[in-house]
């Protein structure tokens, strides 16, 4: 936990103005400063630094808040990273938290790990740059591939010499196990010899290097191009401590300005893509890495804008690739977001189309995307004869797990009644057989009747049953008898208790029955969040000031929480880092203000009241170590997955490790 007070100091600090300066060009205006938005494009300055309130506010896009909540808005940085960053800024030491001093020891132990490997990699990229500057043949072919000395310096592009062993000159020790594990030398895996005698030589050879970095600006890995025929013709760095091609996107740190300027992040398929369309002035591209998008890609743009383009090739794999990042961002789709897909001609990819037909053709193309909605039907109804009963019914067949990956909203709504027109069935229809198979609700009044009853019984018009029988029979008992129908002319058996009374309709237990007839889920109880995703979420929202109270490992995993609730998540801290925490009743309005309300108790499992949640914090942080063990748990299924070598064996011990303490806990 970082004390509340330390914040205040912090920020009492710090100077608003240089920190928001070295990103933003600001002039005097008055007893402010004044600069164009880094948030948004906009032609004349109307963003504010305010040095005597020590805040930043942009009257055309609404943005404010303090120096954090500047450098995790534009920086995408987490709140602990912002308030580290800060405090090493000024000379102050961040207190420590509350985990045990085994906890902390680990953390620290892991955070200095992986700044020893960030070190070894920058100082790789350096090398790379260099050996570029001298090789005629590479800077030849990036000319031909028609970028600038300014491009390829924007993004640090360098060249991997040819030789087995040339990275021995720009490191003391090559035998140093970390460029092992950094990715940067291969160590040959000879059960016969010893460590010493292993073979080492260098992953990348020839190859044109793209530096991988994170929101950050570390580099945590290199995308590799062969400048000649060759395969792999890319070749990427492998799994480390620091990277992982499922979740990063090449040229996101880069292209963090133009997110916001142009409004909507481009993601392509290649290095040279996002290179060229820099070049082009589309300096909004990140590409994924060698892998298909992932859901975590699309939730980690989603931090930084809310409109998303997939660029693919127009050929069958551009197809497929489609589809799959269809899939990825089904479960982001909310209602005020855009996903929308471009597929160029063939024969072409961003790279190429940019370079031979120009800019503003392309950005035609951007112009004509298709939205998520009709990419899911063409998807869907790719091949089929939808003149022909048959055709249709494999267009819903297809459709309907896609659609049910939908979050609730109107466009789910509307893209039911869409596919319902296509295959010429009423809307209602099509809803009643997709939601057969789902999990039911609390069932209807009707639905619970006795088995003797057929569904043409007529109405009951007798008193109606004992309201303590039916609570007794809803609540699930298991060891209540099924008595079965009552003999002719015997009244219905009844638990002790006492002699029923007779009825009318005065009496109270009627008004009771009429409110049952209204709700038909009046006197159940109240059901829990459908997962553990759910219960933390709604918990935290209940108590935001135990978000201060969480490590700086707790704040990322929730951040990393796919779809709806990340996105909750994010729009919370940035909350609590303006205003701090509060009671229930002021998020709900700040939620509804920004048109978030409806989103954040979909995500949580349920509308949310102040009297909802009586547990303890000693409950969530139970709940926080399930998401921990179901994290690492998949962590583990992914290394088991690939390729098993010596480094990975150790990251597979780590991880068994940390989740048996867990569940010791």
Known sequence: MIPPGFIQDLLARVDIVDIVGRHVELKKAGINHKGLCPFHGEKSPSFIVSPSRQTYHCFGCGVHGNAIGFLMEHTGAGFIEAVEDLAQQVGMQVPQDERSPAEIQRAQAQKAHQLSLTDILAKATEHYRKQL??????????????????????????????????????FASYDDPLLVEAGLVILQDDPGKSAEEQRRYDRFRDRIMFPIRNVQGEVIGFGGRVLDKGEPKYLNSPETPVFSKGRELYGLYEGRTGLRQRGYALVVEGYMDVVA????????????????????HVHKLFRFTES???????????????????????????????????????????????????????????????PLSRQLIDHCGEGLDLGSAEGRARLLANAKPLWQQLPQGLLKRQLLGELARMAQLPDQELMDLWQAGEPRRPAARQERRSPSHSADDAPWDGPPPDLDELAYAQSGQPDMPDAGPSPAGQAPARKPGGEKKPWSKDR????????????????LPRHQPAS??????????LHCAWWELLSDQDHQLLHELPGEHGEV????????????????????????????????????????????????????????RKLWISR????????????VTPAVLDQLRGLRQRIQELKAN
Request: hydrophobic share 40%; with cysteine.
């Open 133 to 170: 500057k001298g090789n005629a043949r590479a800077i030849d072919y990036l000319k031909r591939r028609g970028l600038t000395g300014t491009i390829a310096a924007q993004f640090g592009l360098g060249y991997a010499p040819e030789g087995w062993r040339a990275l021995a000159s720009a």
């Open 532 to 541: 553990p995703r759910d219960h933390a979420l709604r918990m935290l929202l």
């Open 308 to 370: 998303v383009i997939f660029s693919f090739d127009g050929d069958a794999a551009g197809r497929r690739a489609a589809g799959r990042a269809l899939e990825a961002a089904l479960p982001h789709a909310t209602d005020t977001r855009s996903i929308k897909f471009l597929f160029l001609p063939s024969e072409h990819d961003p790279d190429s189309y940019v370079r031979e037909l120009g800019s503003e053709a392309f950005e035609r193309c951007v112009e004509r995307a298709l």
């Open 632 to 643: 690492l748990e998949e962590e583990s299924r992914q290394l088991s997955a690939g390729p």
């Open 569 to 624: 998540v994010a729009w919370l801290e940035r909350y609590l880092v303006n205003h701090g925490p509060g009671p229930w009743s002021v998020l709900q309005a700040a939620l509804e203000e920004e048109g978030l309300l409806e989103l954040a108790q979909r995500a949580s499992g349920g509308r949310l009241h102040a009297s909802d949640d009586e547990l303890q914090l000693e409950d969530f942080q139970r709940l926080l």
């Open 508 to 523: 109270k237990d009627w008004k009771e029955w009429k409110k049952r007839e209204q709700d038909e889920t009046y006197g």
């Open 277 to 296: 369309l820099a070049q082009h002035g589309f300096n909004n591209a990140v590409a994924t890495l060698g892998t298909a998008c992932t859901a975590d």
